[in-house]
């Protein structure tokens, strides 16, 4: 069965920082990976999605994710962070038919 | 106009009740799924629909049922509420790739007394 596992629930960060949010994955299969990230007082949208091809992933507002096999991780990142960065960022992964999503990690950007 | 929505946007009820939550979309995605998520434990699959014909437990399924109406409407249910049923309430949709992207609604805070 997949599952994933996001390290750190929660990750304090000053402004202009940067910053790593951990993701590892189990997958017996081909893997599709996404980050979304939930503002406060809304749904989940894509942050950015791994699928296939270049293990670097740019995805919106200058966060990217690096896809790497051997260590089965996802790990998202940002060179600097804004306080509009506050938020919580879960990693999923894909069995083809549904996704399976990690517990979260909140991010909190201080001034 | 919102491409996911979901009604009520926020709902207090008592244990015992029935409760409907509904979720419409306006993306002609056939896929829709109904989440509850719970702080610390991430989200959490309820029910999916690959179409109106075709409906699937997901991993919590147990007190709940589901009812697609048609392509666009995915309806919720709690036949009888529960204090632990008290959770933030997502509706999603997607295309028909497995790899593709899910489109969230906004989400139905419930609270069951």
């Known amino acids: 069965a997949q599952s994933v596992t996001q390290l750190d629930s929660q990750v304090p960060v000053f402004e202009e920082a940067p910053v790593e949010l951990r993701c590892n994955y189990s997958s017996s299969v081909s893997v599709y990976l996404f980050w979304y990230v939930q503002y406060p007082n809304q749904g989940l949208q894509l942050l950015l999605k791994y699928l296939s091809g270049s293990t670097l992933v740019k995805g919106i507002n200058g966060f990217e994710a690096e896809f790497n096999k051997s260590q089965t991780s996802f790990h998202l990142r940002k060179p600097s962070v804004h306080i509009s960065d506050t938020a919580e960022y879960f990693c999923a992964v894909s069995d083809s038919v549904k996704l399976i999503f990690g517990t979260g990690t909140r991010l909190q950007v201080f001034p | 106009d919102a491409d996911v929505t979901q009604t009520p946007r926020n709902r207090i009820t008592k244990t015992g009740k029935r409760i409907m939550l509904e979720c419409s979309q306006t993306?002609?995605?056939?896929?829709m799924y109904w989440y509850r998520q719970d702080p610390g434990l991430g989200l959490r699959l309820i029910y999916y629909s690959f179409d109106v014909k075709d409906i699937n437990k997901g991993e919590i399924s147990d007190g709940y049922s589901v009812s697609r109406q048609a392509q666009a409407k995915f309806s919720l249910s709690l036949e009888s509420a529960i204090p632990n049923q008290t959770a933030l309430y997502f509706c999603?949709?997607?295309?028909?790739?497995?790899?593709?992207?899910?489109?969230f609604g906004p989400g139905t805070r419930l609270t069951v007394l």
């Open positions: 999603a949709t997607s295309d028909l790739m497995g790899a593709d992207t899910q489109y």
């Open positions: 993306k002609g995605h056939d896929r």
